[in-house]
């Protein structure tokens, strides 16, 4: 499986972006698709992450409320939809993907995951 991050820019607080994780090969429903950022100074930190069934799903306190998580089973594609951006979400967005047999109870651990994208940059200006 290889996933393909894109959808980030530069973008005023308040604003909105929506990030979009294309993978390659097949997803199984019980996989899981987590959403992770970095910034410059701080290690990768967990922000979403859903089964690509759309059974489970699980928001970082720091962006529930803001952030959705959808899919297109049609394109294997997920989404993130970022709304109301502050400067502090500004990092390196990563998609990545976990296998159907991870325990749903890992899904904020970065070691869970075995496919990564490669990242996309969102900048949020105030």
């Known amino acids: 499986v290889q996933l393909q991050a894109s959808g980030g820019g530069l973008v005023q607080a308040g604003g909105s972006l929506r990030l979009s994780c294309a993978a390659s090969?097949?997803?199984?429903?019980?996989?899981?698709m987590g959403w992770f950022r970095q910034g410059p100074e701080n290690e990768r930190e967990f922000v979403a992450a859903?089964?690509?069934?759309?059974?489970?799903?699980d928001y970082a306190n720091s962006v529930k409320g803001r952030f959705s998580l959808s899919r297109d089973n049609a394109k294997t594609t997920g989404y993130l939809q970022m709304d109301s951006l502050n400067v502090e979400d500004s990092a390196v967005y990563f998609c990545?993907?976990?296998?159907?047999?991870?325990?749903?109870?890992?899904?904020?651990?970065?070691?869970?995951?075995?496919?990564w994208g490669q990242g996309t940059q969102v900048t949020v200006s105030s």
């Open positions: 090969g097949r997803i199984f429903s019980r996989s899981i």
């Open positions: 990545a993907l976990a296998g159907e047999r991870t325990i749903w109870g890992m899904a904020r651990s970065a070691g869970a995951y075995e496919y």
């Open positions: 859903t089964r690509w069934s759309g059974g489970s799903r």
